[in-house]
């Protein structure tokens, strides 16, 4: 390979580390980062806290939540938030200024989120797979940063037992390890 050639070859592999690593990159070369805290993971009926931190003091940012159902139902919930002198925004102390809710909602994204189709009813045919919540930072539509939040239904473990006896139909869900789980 020749000095010329050696050098180009340099450069295209330089390029391709700088493009490929804001590719893959959470947070955008703005420094803005979403979180979802204590993890991203959780189940169905546990709060979390969303923190978006980055930003400069004073700037808007709007936060769009958004889940697509087992029919492919889209539902979406939006805040617009306005960061505070260290250029965060903590869902649980700062409030919304518009969007889907206004005022401190720390679970805002999730229990305002609306169908995009009307007259649509949130569905979940299995209950062993979770629920994915996508949630974006934006500025002047452009996304800075974004998260998912994975909302369990069931315990690693947990036993699903179809009932059908009789004109009785449901669900059994049995807890790992050994029982009694009731006693009567």
Same mark, same amino acid.
């Given at each position: 390979?020749?000095?010329?050639?050696?050098?180009?070859?340099?450069?295209?592999?330089?390029?391709?580390?700088?493009?490929?690593?804001?590719?893959?990159?959470?947070?955008?070369?703005? $420094?803005? +980062?979403?979180?979802?805290?204590?993890?991203?993971?959780?189940?169905?009926?546990?709060?979390?806290?969303?923190?978006?931190?980055?930003?400069?003091?004073?700037?808007?940012?709007?936060?769009?939540?958004?889940?697509?159902?087992?029919?492919?139902?889209?539902?979406?919930?939006?805040? =617009?938030?306005?960061?505070?002198?260290?250029?965060?925004?903590?869902?649980?102390?700062?409030?919304? +200024?518009?969007?889907?809710? =206004?005022?401190?909602?720390?679970?805002?994204?999730?229990?305002?989120?609306?169908?995009?189709?009307?007259?649509?009813?949130?569905?979940?045919?299995?209950?062993?797979?979770?629920?994915?919540?996508?949630?974006?930072?934006?500025?002047?539509?452009?996304?800075?940063?974004?998260? =998912?939040?994975?909302?369990?239904?069931?315990?690693?473990?947990?036993? +699903?037992?179809?009932?059908?006896?009789?004109?009785? +139909? $449901? =669900?059994?869900?049995?807890?790992?390890?050994?029982?009694?789980?009731?006693?009567?």
């Amino acid at each position: 390979m020749t000095k010329d050639n050696m050098a180009l070859y340099m450069r295209v592999l330089e390029l391709f580390r700088r493009t490929s690593w804001r590719m893959f990159s959470s947070s955008s070369s703005s $420094g803005v +980062r979403l979180r979802i805290l204590p993890s991203s993971s959780c189940f169905f009926d546990e709060s979390v806290q969303i923190k978006v931190s980055g930003l400069s003091p004073g700037e808007h940012v709007e936060l769009q939540a958004k889940h697509k159902d087992d029919k492919g139902v889209v539902f979406k919930a939006s805040a =617009t938030y306005q960061a505070d002198g260290q250029g965060d925004v903590d869902l649980n102390h700062h409030p919304s +200024r518009g969007g889907s809710y =206004t005022g401190v909602e720390p679970m805002g994204l999730f229990w305002s989120m609306m169908p995009e189709s009307p007259h649509k009813k949130l569905l979940k045919k299995d209950a062993s797979g979770p629920v994915l919540v996508h949630i974006e930072a934006h500025r002047d539509g452009q996304i800075l940063s974004q998260e =998912t939040n994975e909302r369990r239904f069931m315990a690693d473990g947990m036993k +699903r037992v179809p009932v059908n006896e009789g004109r009785l +139909r $449901g =669900t059994l869900f049995i807890p790992p390890g050994e029982g009694p789980f009731l006693e009567l």
